[in-house]
Each structure stands twice: as structure tokens, then as C-alpha cells.
């Protein structure tokens, strides 16, 4: 079954070239089926890339997917306007629907206090609409340390120098519909400046930590009802993600480290590993199917909240 997105969205001739089966809205309206309903709260300064690489992941499963893309009245620098007037709702518009998921993206912002970031009052307001409104969550990066703060008051932790490369994780608990069909270690790729910790989380009894990293450490985070679910590393990234963001840092003169375990033998100009996307297509497949489909109601507007 198809993802169903605008067929004049950039990602949509991404997709096609790529044989991922995508279906533009005006020939969806005539299908006689129930899709799942995903919003996208997209908070990276790239919109165009990220919104690509999220929509690749949930293209790959058999179920019919309905996105909407929604934004924050942050004006990004990096995204033209008119894609973001043309394609993104802001949050006002979908407050009164009910989603069967929500992507809540990362963003470069982690080094700030959270109530300093000129979004964080409307960002409150999604994850408590997103307890009433979806039936389940999936928070990224930032995103994921944001919704640990905002609902279990759990505090980040600067960094001695940037979390950058690809690590290998260990899964803690494979009976869990998320890590269905996963070995017993995966690869993800981290990028960011701050980290939550272990000992906080494991202080909340509806809080379960499904995946860690010796390098990394914790990864992946559910709670208890599986509605909400929050990841560390960023399984979204392509292949090149990371080299580029270490160049741009270069070119900054901020003189960043290499990513770890990413570049053959250390090498910059070599291509990079690409050791995640097997796993990271896994992962949302199984949100999509265990998570969502198998336990969201036909009528969302039944959806207990949490």
C-alpha cells in the first residue's frame, strides 16, 4: 500500500525514483479505505531533507499512510517559505483532529535551555495535545529529550564534546513489539550536544529503556502503554548525513571531531558506512504495524487518552 502526500512535495519524485509506491492526495480521495493518519512536526532547519527521510521510513510497510506535515510559527532559515505555506499546517489548523501517530522531530537547539527556545510554549502545547490526540508518538533526538523533560521532568546533560558517529547498540528487551525481528545489537547514527541519562529514567516506573549504547548510551525509550515512544539517535539519516554536517561544522571553523565508526579507516573522502538503514526501516515498520495499526481504534474519535 501506498504513502499518501502531495504529488508537488519535493519528496514525492524522491520517493518515486526510488520505487517506493507513493499516491498524490487527488487520487487517494477516491480510495475506499481507512489510512493511518500521521502528522509530521517537522523542527529541523532542512525541512525539505528531513521530511524525505521520515516519509522513506514510513513508506515501507503494506499499510496506507495519510501524512500531514505541521510546523511551529518558527520561521526556518534554511526551507523556502512558499514550500512551508504551500505544504506545512501550522499547529492551530490540526488541534481539533485526532492523528493515529505523530512524528515530533530533533533540532540544532539542544545547548539551550529548553523554556529559552522561541517555540518551546507551542511545542508544550503539542505534547499535551498529543495525549489526547494521538494514540501514538514518536519523539527523535531533541525532540525526544524535549518530551522526557515536559512529561517526567527529566533533565539533559551538556556534553564534553559532540555526540558524532555511528554506534553500535545493544537490545534490552526483544519481546517488545518495537524491536520485533532484531538481533541482539544494531547500528544508529547520534548527532547532538547533550544527553539524558540513564539513572533518571529507570527513576520512572512507566518508563522502560529498550536499547542502549556503550558509546552512545540510552537510545531507545517507551513507556508502558507503548503510546510514547522517544529516540536518541537520529535512524532517519542517509547514508551522507553526517559527512555533511561535519563539513558544514568545518566550514564554521567550530573544528569538530570526526564521526565515530563512520568513515572507512578514518578516511573524509571516503564513502561513508551505511551499517543502520536495515534496522531503521525495522524499527518504524514495527511502529507502524504493532505500535499503531494493531491497537489505534477505526474511529479515532474513540481514542482513550493517555
Known amino acids: 500500500m501506498p504513502i499518501q502526500i502531495p504529488n508537488n512535495l519535493p519528496a514525492f519524485e ?3 525514483r526510488e520505487n517506493i509506491f507513493v499516491i498524490p492526495d487527488d487520487r487517494a480521495e ?3 479505505i481507512r489510512a493511518l493518519k500521521i502528522a509530521i512536526l517537522n523542527l529541523m532547519p532542512n525541512k525539505i531533507t528531513t521530511e524525505t527521510q521520515l516519509l522513506r521510513l514510513l513508506s515501507n510497510t503494506p499499510l496506507h499512510v495519510d501524512i500531514d506535515l505541521i510546523q511551529t510559527s518558527h520561521v526556518p532559515k534554511n526551507t523556502p517559505q512558499e514550500h512551508m505555506l504551500k ?5 492551530s489548523e490540526v488541534k481539533d483532529q485526532k492523528y493515529d501517530g505523530l512524528l515530533i522531530t530533533g533540532a540544532p537547539v539542544e545547548q539551550m535551555d ?3 527556545v522561541d517555540y518551546w510554549d507551542e511545542l508544550c502545547d503539542v505534547f499535551e495535545w498529543s495525549k489526547t490526540n494521538v494514540y ?3 519523539h527523535i533526538c531533541w525532540g525526544a529529550m524535549a518530551g522526557l523533560y515536559y512529561h517526567y521532568g527529566i533533565p539533559k546533560y551538556l556534553l564534553s564534546r559532540k555526540m558524532s558517529g555511528v554506534f553500535l547498540h545493544k537490545a534490552l528487551d526483544q519481546s517488545h513489539p518495537l ?3 532484531f538481533g541482539d545489537t544494531f547500528f544508529c547514527p547520534h548527532s547532538r550536544y ?3 541519562r540513564k539513572e533518571d529514567i529507570q527513576k520512572i516506573d512507566s518508563l522502560e529503556i529498550l536499547a542502549e549504547s556503550k558509546e552512545a548510551g540510552v537510545h531507545i525509550v517507551s513507556d508502558i502503554s507503548q503510546r510514547q515512544i522517544y529516540l536518541f539517535g537520529h535512524w532517519e539519516y542517509d547514508r551522507d548525513t553526517l559527512a555533511k554536517e561535519y563539513k558544514r561544522d568545518l566550514d564554521k571553523g567550530i573544528k569538530p571531531f570526526k564521526p565515530k565508526h563512520y568513515f572507512p579507516y578514518g578516511n573524509t573522502e571516503a564513502v561513508p558506512r551505511f551499517n543502520w538503514c536495515c534496522s531503521a526501516n525495522l524499527m518504524y515498520a514495527n511502529w507502524l504495524n504493532h505500535c499503531v ?3 489505534t481504534p477505526y474511529d479515532l474519535n474513540g481514542l482513550e487518552p493517555l
Open 194 to 196: 547533550t544527553e539524558v
Open 14 to 16: 524522491t520517493l518515486e
Open 179 to 181: 524491536l520485533k525481528g
Open 114 to 116: 529548553y523554556e529559552d
Open 136 to 138: 501514538s508518538t514518536i
Open 293 to 295: 495499526y494493531q491497537k
Open 30 to 32: 477516491h480510495q475506499d
Open 87 to 91: 505544504f506545512y499546517k501550522p499547529f
